[in-house]
């Protein structure tokens, strides 16, 4: 019989039932860790956003092909030195860091684009949303041909974080640690080489009388002690000052 057919999936699945416990407490120690990381040690990410609406200048660019031309456009823009750089002096970043914090939403088939901010800070991420909007609202003219460049929404401070969220991490965590305990029970199944009663009993076609415990070597030598002095009173105490 050789160890792949011995340790079939049916097999190892039903003892993996039996060992239950050590992936419970998998799961729970996944959560708890998840839990501190979650509400401890992850930052917290506040996010605001503003609206602006860009009419096009040259009909011919309403094209499928200008408008995703234009979408490009407005995305490199918006992460430029040009935008950038001046703001980020104010607030003691560099371009790059500040580049980081803003992601432009676009649509090929609207003129409103949406600029997202994010920060650490709730007033510093609507800060930077309108700041960065403006200073866009200001350049794009220069750079490409629109008519119009208007701001629809205003940034707003958002004190409700976009980051972490807790149910998420803590799901992931249950997941994590489920799934580490299972895969320890299946390797120490896998890895277990002993034979169990039960099994010889299955496979020999014998029927199960009975199971003899296994003793101690002291258990026996009590036995034997207890045989050889009958009716002596605290037979173990003499057999241990002998």
């Not at 607030?91 to 090929?108: A, M, N, P, R």
């Not at 460049?149 to 489920?178: D, F, Q």
Request: aromatic fraction near 6%; proline fraction near 5%; include cysteine.
């Amino acid at each position: 019989m050789n160890h792949s057919a011995k340790y079939s999936v049916k097999k190892i699945w039903r003892r993996t039932k039996r060992k239950w416990l050590p992936i419970y407490l998998g799961v729970l120690l996944g959560v708890l860790g998840m839990s501190v990381y979650s509400f401890l040690l992850a930052p917290e990410v506040y996010q605001s956003h503003t609206q602006i609406a860009i009419k096009r200048g040259n009909a011919d660019q309403t094209g499928q092909d200008g408008g995703l031309d234009l979408i490009k456009t407005y995305g490199d823009l918006v992460h430029t030195p040009l935008v950038l750089d001046e703001i980020a002096k104010t607030y003691q970043l560099s371009g790059e860091e500040l580049s980081e914090k803003i992601q432009l939403e676009t649509d090929e088939q609207s003129t409103v684009v949406q600029l997202h901010v994010s920060d650490s800070n709730p007033q510093r991420a609507a800060d930077l949303a309108q700041k960065v909007s403006d200073r866009f609202i200001a350049e794009v003219p220069k750079v490409i041909p629109v008519d119009q460049v208007t701001l629809l929404t205003p940034a707003k401070v958002n004190k409700r974080p976009v980051s972490p969220i807790h149910w998420i991490n803590l799901l992931l965590g249950a997941c994590v640690g489920g799934l580490v305990a299972l895969i320890i029970q299946i390797v120490r199944i896998v890895k277990d080489d002993s034979i169990r009663h039960q099994e010889v009993v299955k496979w020999m076609g014998w029927s199960l009388m009975g199971v003899i415990p296994q003793m101690s070597s002291e258990s026996i030598n009590i036995s034997r002690f207890n045989r050889q002095f009958p009716g002596k009173e605290d037979n173990r105490s003499l057999k241990k000052r002998v």
